[in-house]
């Protein structure tokens, strides 16, 4: 019987035999939080665990060992608090949370970790967590935003933005595939907002988090009114595939 991929449905000695295997861990981080009128507020942690999932059977498929925890629900979001089903957590809380679970996995014998996060709010966040964690337990750990690691997967699939946005046409079809009781249709006319959270003339490079009620009327940024669940199975593989294409790299892991 092969062996789970999921961390909490293996026993104590099936996850040292997978540390024994040098199995690379990943860590799913996510939020739980508003997602406009027609999307749950879970979506983040259905949409980062899935990802995380399925990255990892494409790498186990591949010959790669793996192992994936359960998703770190909180993370940091207190630009939607405005509109309510929010919770968040302070940037010191959210980095302890992170060096207690890293710290557990490397005190396992771990060697490599990828911290896959599935919320923008967490992106500056998740990448000082990885240098850091590397450099404390001395080992390797990797930290992104699926999205944002793997941006060519997702452009040719969608109709209405060129990339994921919030509560958008992307994230609005991945729910609907994996949990269609996530979305609700009748309020899908009004699942739209601005094309970006940035305001005009702010580069990419100025980093300014700012309450989504001023970005958004309804919370969506994006439009979801072109999602689908068939959109939403294409991106899923999509995602995972091009995902586990990046992480099978031996050289990301200095194995070459």
């Given amino acids: 019987m092969p062996r789970a991929l999921e961390w909490m449905k293996l026993t104590a000695a099936e996850v040292q035999q997978a540390a024994a ?6 860590v799913p981080v996510a939020s739980l939080e508003q997602h406009g009128p027609h999307l749950c507020t879970g979506t983040d942690i259905i949409l980062g665990g899935n990802v995380a ?54 005190r396992h014998g771990f060697q490599r970790v990828m911290l896959m996060n599935g919320h923008g709010g967490n992106a500056e966040a998740i990448g000082t967590a990885a240098t850091e964690l590397a450099v ?4 390797r750990v990797a930290g992104a935003t699926y999205w944002h690691m793997v941006p060519e ?59 989504f009620r001023e970005i958004s009327e309804t919370g969506v940024v994006g ?20 995902a586990a294409e990046v992480l099978a790299n031996p050289r990301l892991w200095g194995e070459e």
């Fill in 153 to 211: 997967a997702i452009a040719p699939l969608l109709e209405a933005q060129p990339t994921l946005m919030h509560a958008c046409e992307a994230e609005t079809s991945m729910v609907w595939h994996l949990m269609p009781e996530g979305v609700r249709p009748d309020r899908l006319p009004e699942a739209v907002g601005p094309k970006s959270s940035r305001v005009e003339g702010q580069p990419p490079g100025l980093l300014m988090r700012r309450s």
């Fill in 21 to 26: 295997e040098n199995a690379l861990v990943i």
């Fill in 53 to 106: 999932l399925e990255t990892a059977k494409r790498l186990e498929a591949g010959g790669m060992p793996v192992i994936v925890t359960p998703v770190v629900w909180t993370g940091l979001a207190e630009h939607h608090m405005a509109f309510g089903g929010t919770v968040t957590l302070d940037s010191s809380v959210f980095q302890a949370l992170l060096h207690g679970v890293v710290g557990s996995v490397a």
């Fill in 223 to 242: 439009d979801a009114r072109t999602a689908s669940a068939e959109k939403g199975a294409k991106l899923l593989d999509a995602i995972a595939t091009r």
């Fill in 136 to 139: 404390e337990f001395g080992i």
